[in-house]
């Protein structure tokens, strides 16, 4: 365990499901993360929240829908998702939001949208 | 507009070697460089940094060459341990794009 504990590990839904996956970290991290991993394409940068506020949204669309409660959970809420959304989404942390931090990664949940 | 770019999808060194793997940035306006390792099933974890201050920090078996009239930097494994197969990503700092990890190394290291 990195600390950052994401939930569920793996998770298949239909087009029309409405689904969320779950992020948590007590490191006492400011700033979480989500970013999305498709097969051979590079990690990419969906929403950034610092002190629960968001303050990055890389034109994710609207069927991903972010929320942080509080500085240790961030959710991620998925509703009428394609069969291209499927991947593995990761979250991370840090002390900081500026990327001079290195990262806490979560496991990743592992998405098939059928 | 891919900033972080890793070249190489793959890598085989034989156990005791030396690994190196490269990537490369267009954005100038980085000023730190990150490695991250990552197995599979699990998320990427931090390996070494660098900042653009300097041309190399090392760590045990690990150091990080940083070349910025090239926009080049890479990490060296040695000696190469089978433990160290998995994927590699490099990471640019000072711009929160979309894409600011290249697309990783699979590094496969051979006993």
């Known amino acids: 365990e990195t600390g950052v504990t994401q939930t569920p590990r793996h998770l298949v839904m239909g087009m029309t499901n409405k689904k969320s996956l779950k992020c948590e970290q007590h490191l006492g991290h400011n700033a979480m993360y989500w970013y999305k991993q498709s097969a051979k394409k590079p990690l990419e940068l969906m929403f950034v929240?610092?002190?629960?506020?968001?303050?990055e949204n890389n034109s994710v669309p609207s069927r991903f829908s972010p929320e942080c409660p509080n500085s240790s959970h961030l959710f991620l809420h998925l509703h009428t998702l394609q069969p291209e959304d499927s991947a593995l989404y990761l979250c991370?942390?840090?002390?900081?939001?500026?990327?001079?931090?290195?990262?806490?990664f979560g496991s990743g949940t592992r998405l098939t949208v059928v | 507009d891919q900033q972080v770019k890793q070249n190489s999808p793959s890598l085989s060194v034989q156990e005791g070697r030396i690994s190196i793997l490269n990537c490369d940035y267009t954005n100038s306006m980085f000023d730190y460089f990150l490695w991250y390792k990552k197995y599979p099933a699990e998320g990427p974890t931090f390996l070494i940094s660098i900042s653009s201050i300097k041309d190399k920090n090392e760590d045990g078996r690990f150091t990080v060459f940083l070349n910025k009239s090239a926009k080049h930097l890479s990490l060296h494994i040695v000696p190469s341990q089978p433990g160290d197969s998995a994927v590699y990503f490099c990471k640019g700092s000072g711009n929160t794009g979309k894409l600011i990890f290249g697309q990783g190394t699979t590094l496969q290291v051979k006993p």
């Open positions: 929240y610092n002190f629960k506020e968001q303050t």
């Open positions: 991370a942390s840090s002390q900081g939001d500026g990327d001079n931090y290195g990262y806490t």
